[in-house]
């Protein structure tokens, strides 16, 4: 158990570090010029990590099994937002069209800095 918590936080935290890096401020910067996963609000990180979470643990087989947690991690996000990258275009196999379709089930996330100066976030 303790091995699937650690790849739970490989998986999280390279999750919100492509977050940041994928997403842009309302001026155009990318997010991770000015951020880093310290600067998510708390209530963002907790949302993040109960959709790593349950990402991870509804598809831990195909994940151990393919390219591991931090490639999961950031995969998870291109897929579920649509960036035209994601789990189909890498080297996962057949575990990628399983991995595509369950990261869209999720919905997409977005990221906004809030006037606290903190990113935030929300979607489904």
């Known amino acids: 158990m303790e091995t699937t918590n ?3 936080e490989k998986f999280h935290k390279q999750y919100m570090e492509t977050a940041l890096w994928a997403s842009t401020t309302e001026d155009g910067h990318s997010m991770d ?3 880093d996963i310290d600067d998510i609000h ?3 990180r907790a949302m993040m990590h109960q959709d790593c979470m349950e ?21 998870f996000w291109l897929n579920r937002n ?3 990258a994601g789990f189909w275009d890498g080297d996962w196999g057949d575990a990628g ?3 595509d379709k369950a990261s869209k089930d999720f919905g997409s996330f977005d990221l906004y800095v ?3 100066f903190k990113v935030h976030g929300g979607g489904g």
Do not use: V, W
Request: without cysteine.
């Open 82 to 84: 649509g960036h035209g």
């Open 6 to 8: 650690m790849e739970i």
């Open 42 to 44: 708390e209530d963002t």
């Open 55 to 75: 990402f991870y643990i509804g598809n831990r087989e195909l994940i151990d099994n393919g390219q591991g947690a931090s490639q999961a991690g950031h995969d």
């Open 33 to 35: 010029d000015i951020f």
């Open 97 to 99: 069209d399983k991995l």
């Open 114 to 116: 809030g006037d606290d």
